[in-house]
Structure formats: structure tokens, C-alpha cells
């Protein structure tokens, strides 16, 4: 069992309409939580990243953390077709590696 | 501020032969991570440089290799190429390691080998 999963989609969405997307994870020892997008043949770029539980909110993009059970969420509100990209959920624990440990990535398409 | 940058964008190399990678990271940002990014792998971490030493190492073998100078520019090497090593190679750089919850990726290296 991988200790990130996420769907890989795709995802198909109609513009404006408001997106999850979501990733669980295995260790209760991740503290920090990212979300990365990224476009094809392109490096990811950071959206947002939350310490522990809750929300975080920026723009049309709301980060959830839930750490009792396992599992974050991004929403994307009033989606455009730019949104249309792979998002990367990453999760860091906080001993000395600090090392990031990916998901798989979701492919999202809004359909103007 | 510029972000971070990465030479050459695009590589095709043959089976055995060797390939360096450059990464600059974004000014101020010490630690430089490389990822090696395929469809059916996904981003698996390579290794980590902080003050020109290796902090953390993936699964990889011991073909992949690399360095980081005094202005925390990075390199990577890969020796004894084979298809398989075909990839996105990112570099993402941070201003520590305790910040890599704050770790901006380069627009990557993309590599053929054929």
C-alpha cells in the first residue's frame, strides 16, 4: 500500500462548476500538507500548503485537512478551463528528513 | 525573483552514455531536492543537498549521483544511461529543509535515452 493515494482521474468538470479533489494517506506522522499543480510537460508550481489540521484559503482554492481521518482535500470554486491541469497532493513529516512524499496526481479537464 | 532554473531543458543520449544536470535554485534557497518524474512511477524523490551535503538519498541506484556548490547551485549526474532513465528530472530548491513544505519546482529536464 502506498502511503499517499490519489485517484488519477480524469476528472471532467464543466466551467464554473466547484471541484474536489482528494488524497489519504497512511501515516498519522505527516504534519504539513501541499498541493501542487501542474500542466503538461511543465514543473509543478505550489498552490498552497497547510500545518496540521483545517482550512486554508486562497482565492477560488480551499485546502481541508482532516488528520483523524487520514485524508486532505483541495476545492477549486468557479472552475475555469485554465484550471485544467494534473494536482499533486505532497506530504511532509517533520522529523529531520523532512521529506516530501507525493501522490500520484489527478488529471482535471473543465470543459468550457 | 526569478525562480528556479534548469539546463538543459530537453536531452537525448544513448544507452551507456552519461548526462549532467544543472539546477540554480531561487535566490536565498539553500536546499536543492531532485525528482525524477515518469507516467508510471510518478514523482519519486532522488536525493537532497543542504550546504553542499547530501541530507537524504531515494531508492535509486548508484548511477545517479550529484553535488551542490558553495552558491547552492546543484548538479546531477547519471552514468551508464539506460531506456529506462528516460524522465522528467525536477529540481525543486527551498530555503531550508525544514522548509520543504515551501519547495518550488524548476520547469525540469526532459530526457531520452534511446
Known amino acids: 500500500q502506498k502511503e499517499v493515494e490519489q485517484d488519477p482521474g480524469p476528472l471532467s468538470v464543466p466551467e464554473g462548476a466547484i471541484v474536489s479533489l482528494n488524497c489519504t494517506y497512511s501515516n498519522s506522522a505527516f504534519q504539513y500538507f501541499m498541493w501542487y499543480r501542474q500542466y503538461s510537460r511543465k514543473g509543478p508550481e505550489l498552490l498552497m500548503y497547510?500545518?496540521?489540521?483545517g482550512n486554508k484559503e486562497d482565492g477560488r482554492f480551499t485546502a481541508q485537512v482532516d488528520k483523524s481521518s487520514k485524508y486532505i482535500s483541495l476545492f477549486i470554486r468557479d472552475s475555469q478551463p485554465s484550471d485544467s491541469a494534473t494536482y499533486l497532493c505532497?506530504?511532509?513529516?517533520?522529523?529531520?528528513?523532512?521529506?516530501?512524499?507525493f501522490g500520484s496526481g489527478t488529471r482535471l479537464l473543465v470543459r468550457p | 525573483k526569478a525562480g528556479v532554473t534548469q539546463t538543459p531543458r530537453y536531452l537525448i543520449k544513448t544507452r551507456g552514455q552519461q548526462v549532467t544536470l544543472s539546477c540554480s535554485p531561487i535566490s536565498g534557497h539553500r536546499s536543492v531536492s531532485w525528482y525524477q518524474q515518469t507516467p508510471g512511477q510518478g514523482l519519486q524523490f532522488l536525493f537532497e543537498?543542504?550546504?553542499?551535503?547530501?541530507?537524504n538519498k531515494g531508492n535509486f541506484p548508484g548511477r545517479f549521483s550529484g553535488r551542490q556548490f558553495s552558491n547552492s547551485r546543484s548538479e546531477m549526474n547519471v552514468s551508464t544511461l539506460e531506456l529506462g532513465d528516460s524522465a522528467l528530472y525536477l529540481c525543486?530548491?527551498?530555503?531550508?529543509?525544514?522548509?520543504?513544505?515551501?519547495?518550488?519546482f524548476g520547469p525540469g529536464t526532459r530526457l531520452t535515452v534511446t
Open positions: 497547510t500545518y496540521s489540521s
Open positions: 525543486a530548491s527551498s530555503r531550508s529543509p525544514g522548509q520543504a513544505y515551501e519547495q518550488y
Open positions: 543537498y543542504f550546504s553542499e551535503t547530501q541530507r
Open positions: 505532497a506530504m511532509s513529516l517533520m522529523d529531520s528528513s523532512y521529506k516530501l512524499i
